[in-house]
């Protein structure tokens, strides 16, 4: 069979990526442009200059990258973009950029939802995951635990009602003074600290289903916070942010491990920037282990925002001929483009 | 020489074929902010409408600015990727040299003017096809101040005014220029063969723009950063918060 090489081209939120991958899994070029110094200063991402700096370096980095998979424009089969969800200006300029590109080579193009793009981070790999396959998806912008039957066959178990996971990392972090992002802040603050010297609630653990809500969780972290303050108390910030990492992580994980033991799936699938985190990373494995499931995570660079897994969702779209037209527009929230109908 | 010209900076989407100093193709379409959509069909069907292929083009010339900014990076990133995936130059007109072109002939000081919401307009100051001021934006009362001054200092005695800004501030403009204000209506819209032809202009000078340094001309600032330099204590006169940024496709 012919080689199938696709260019991905990534813009929803504040990373610029473009990685060119070859037949869905060899990963030829993988290029992020990091605004995380960018929006340092305003304590979170600012949607106008974060689309600001996408339209700067866009061109750039796909040049860049053909370059460094050593490959003329032409040698590609298909563009893949996220269209969706996202930052809507931000999306806009990865969309439009993407269609006259694909228009530009006569190329086809792929319209890839992101959330789908995060799970297929886990086949950028020579073994690919086993189905079906539980799928938790934890970022900045998700929190989405998901049923996978066959490619690109979803089922969406469960989502966060409020803040995402990578969210509320971030707003504690802000308010306890950890500094940003609040993921790698809070993880780093928590492994001086003991969690369990204070006490937050476990936010919808008692219910026997697969929603999950942050926001309480937050302000209850900074509720403690100015009580101990308010009384005086030497409060321990690492012990604190210990115990939220933790009440946090116990939710995701026992929520995670019913649904792979009810759905009876051999392999659980992480994706999105959280699941770097290495508590969560470890008792997750450590609770599949006792029902005999193997946990999946792809490495760091490939669970933050990246264009090889836009490129690999686009491959398994490319072999159905899932071609996106000239009209594809850019949706800040879809509802879950990937919950569709399985054959 | 072929130049395709594409303008998103407004609420009309244009797109035009220009053929060395003829028009060939001309496509307005002024339907509000839905340019992400009908962008590429539009360029499409120009070619399909002329028989010209995107191989034929030599240059891709977009408007930079000043402008929504959201439709600004619509229309430099199409430009970009059709620049790059066809290796063809690519060239940016400032928004207002490419409406104050439409009267090229015209004797008169001419004002273009866009609408940049929070009160206010993006404009600048022509006469005898030299631009005289600063792309900014400006209330309305500034732009009277403006305009008295740059009347002085030409010894004009009328500004032509253009541009989607005029439908506001027209009787505002009157009231305080009186009969110094002249508008043409038929001249309002943005028309982007105008674009094409101040690329084709450009070309002969050899004047081309790199395609992966281009960037749109915004004249402001985001929200956010006017936020953050006030609280720093630097003081921002003459730019207003503004939610481009909600603004749709
Ligand atoms: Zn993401």
């Known amino acids: 069979m012919k080689e199938v090489r696709i260019l991905g081209i990534e813009t929803s939120c504040d990373e610029t990526a473009v990685a060119v991958v070859e037949n869905g899994h060899r990963v030829l070029a993988n290029l992020v442009s990091s605004q995380i110094d960018v929006h340092r200063r305003f304590g979170g991402v600012v949607p106008e200059v974060a689309s600001r700096k996408h339209i700067e370096v866009i061109a750039s980095l796909v040049d860049g990258a053909l370059k460094e998979a050593g490959m003329a424009a032409q040698e590609i089969d298909a563009v893949a973009v996220t269209y969706t969800p996202g930052l809507i200006g931000a999306l806009l300029v990865g969309v439009s950029f993407a269609k006259a590109y694909a228009y530009g080579l006569g190329k086809p193009l792929i319209g890839v939802d992101h959330l789908e793009a995060h799970i297929y981070?886990?086949?950028?790999?020579?073994?690919?995951?086993?189905?079906?396959?539980?799928c938790l998806v934890v970022s900045g912008g998700h929190t989405s635990l998901l049923y996978m039957r066959d490619h690109r066959c979803f089922e969406m178990l469960g989502q966060t009602r409020d803040d995402a996971a990578g969210e509320a990392f971030d707003k504690v972090a802000r308010f306890l003074g950890l500094g940003y992002p609040g993921g790698p802040a809070v993880q780093k603050a928590a492994q001086s600290g003991t969690a369990g010297i204070y006490r937050l609630p476990r936010v919808y653990l008692e219910r026997d289903d697969y929603e999950f809500s942050f926001s309480g969780l937050k302000t209850a972290t900074i509720n403690l916070w100015n009580k101990l303050k308010k009384n005086g108390e030497e409060a321990a910030v690492n012990d604190l942010a210990a115990e939220f990492q933790e009440a946090l992580v116990d939710v995701l994980v026992e929520k995670t491990i019913n649904a792979a033991r009810r759905k009876e799936v051999e392999q659980i699938l992480l994706a999105g920037g959280v699941a770097a985190n290495a508590r969560l990373r470890e008792r997750i494995t450590q609770e599949a282990d006792k029902i005999g499931a193997a946990v999946r995570i792809p490495p760091p660079a490939l669970c933050t925002d990246n264009a090889a897994m836009v490129a690999c969702a686009g491959y398994y779209q490319y072999l159905e001929g899932d071609f996106a037209g000239l009209d594809l527009n850019a949706f800040p929230q879809l509802g879950l483009a990937v919950q569709k109908t399985c054959g | 020489m072929l130049i395709l010209s594409i303008d998103t900076a407004t609420p009309v989407a244009g797109v035009a074929l220009v053929d060395d100093r003829k028009t060939c193709y001309e496509a307005l379409a002024n339907t509000g902010y839905k340019h992400s959509?009908?962008?590429l069909q539009m360029i499409d069907v120009s070619f399909q409408q002329t028989g010209y292929t995107l191989h034929d083009v030599d240059v891709i010339a977009v408007t930079i600015g000043p402008g929504s900014f959201t439709g600004l990076r619509i229309g430099?990133?199409?430009?970009k990727g059709l620049a790059l995936a066809a290796g063809k130059a690519i060239i940016g007109i400032p928004t207002l040299d490419a409406i104050a072109h439409n009267l090229g002939w015209s004797r008169d000081l001419i004002c273009p003017m866009l609408n940049a919401r929070k009160g206010e307009v993006y404009t600048s100051f022509y006469h005898g096809g030299?631009?005289?001021?600063?792309?900014?934006?400006?209330s309305p009362d500034n732009l009277v101040k403006t305009a008295r001054r740059v009347m002085?200092?030409?010894?004009?005695?009328?500004?032509?005014f253009l541009g989607d800004g005029v439908n506001e501030y027209l009787s505002l403009l009157q009231e305080s220029l009186g009969d110094a204000v002249v508008s043409l209506p038929g001249y309002w819209l943005p028309r982007v063969s105008a674009v094409g032809s101040l690329a084709a202009d450009r070309w002969r000078r050899g004047q081309v723009d790199d395609v992966f340094g281009l960037t749109p001309i915004y004249v402001r600032k985001s929200e956010a950063e006017v936020r953050m330099s006030r609280l720093e204590g630097g003081g921002e006169l003459g730019v207003n918060d503004q939610r481009d940024e909600a603004q749709g496709p």
Do not use: D, K, M
């Open chain 2, 130 to 138: 030299t631009r005289l001021t600063e792309y900014q934006a400006l």
């Open chain 1, 121 to 134: 981070a886990n086949f950028l790999t020579e073994e690919p995951p086993i189905f079906p396959a539980v």
């Open chain 2, 37 to 39: 959509r009908t962008l």
């Open chain 2, 76 to 79: 430099l990133a199409a430009a």
């Open chain 2, 152 to 160: 002085e200092q030409t010894g004009c005695s009328t500004v032509t």
